[in-house]
């Protein structure tokens, strides 16, 4: 008998703003207590935009910073509180137990840029949504346990 995929995976063309509004929207309509979220990609990939969709559709009103100095930023929502890493100045993975991913996910959700620099700290059942830059707008590949499948009805 063969095993049956159980992973999810997903290719979404963000050819502009609007599309990538649109993808940040469907991930907080799934976005829940616990949950990590791997945002990958080179420089410029469009990391932080998808950071601010996902907390623009969460409800935050403020402006969102990329948290490169600070490394990390919280934000009380009304469903639930959402932390913004920024790894890329970590030296070594080590680090990130000084800057709380653990407590964070305890108490709500992470989105994380750079999630290569935090090596095997991630949590094995994040959603990792990997940026690349195209001719036309940037690309998103997504992949995850499969109760991100949810995403494709949010």
């Given at each position: 008998?063969?095993?049956?995929?159980?992973?999810?995976?997903?290719?979404?063309?963000?050819p502009d703003l609007e599309a990538t509004k649109a993808l940040?929207?469907?991930?907080?309509?799934?976005?829940?207590?616990g949950d990590a979220v791997a945002l990958a990609g080179d420089l410029g990939a469009g990391k932080t935009?998808?950071?601010?969709?996902?907390?623009a559709s969460l409800g935050v009103r403020e402006a969102v910073p990329s948290p490169?100095?600070?490394?990390?930023?919280?934000?009380?929502?009304?469903?639930?509180?959402v932390s913004h890493y920024?790894?890329?100045?970590?030296?070594?993975?080590?680090?990130?137990d000084e800057l709380g991913l653990e407590d964070a996910l305890d108490?709500?959700?992470?989105?994380?840029?750079?999630?290569?620099?935090a090596g095997k700290r991630l949590p094995p059942e994040r959603l990792t949504v990997q940026?690349?830059?195209?001719?036309?707008?940037?690309r998103a590949d997504l992949s995850g346990p499969s109760r991100w499948r949810e995403l494709a009805h949010a």
């Amino acid at each position: 008998m063969a095993q049956q995929d159980t992973r999810f995976q997903a290719v979404y063309v963000l050819p502009d703003l609007e599309a990538t509004k649109a993808l940040g929207a469907r991930i907080a309509a799934v976005l829940a207590p616990g949950d990590a979220v791997a945002l990958a990609g080179d420089l410029g990939a469009g990391k932080t935009t998808l950071a601010r969709a996902i907390l623009a559709s969460l409800g935050v009103r403020e402006a969102v910073p990329s948290p490169t100095f600070t490394l990390v930023q919280s934000y009380e929502t009304p469903r639930l509180t959402v932390s913004h890493y920024d790894l890329y100045r970590l030296k070594s993975e080590r680090e990130l137990d000084e800057l709380g991913l653990e407590d964070a996910l305890d108490l709500g959700a992470a989105l994380i840029e750079w999630p290569e620099r935090a090596g095997k700290r991630l949590p094995p059942e994040r959603l990792t949504v990997q940026l690349y830059a195209a001719t036309e707008g940037r690309r998103a590949d997504l992949s995850g346990p499969s109760r991100w499948r949810e995403l494709a009805h949010a």
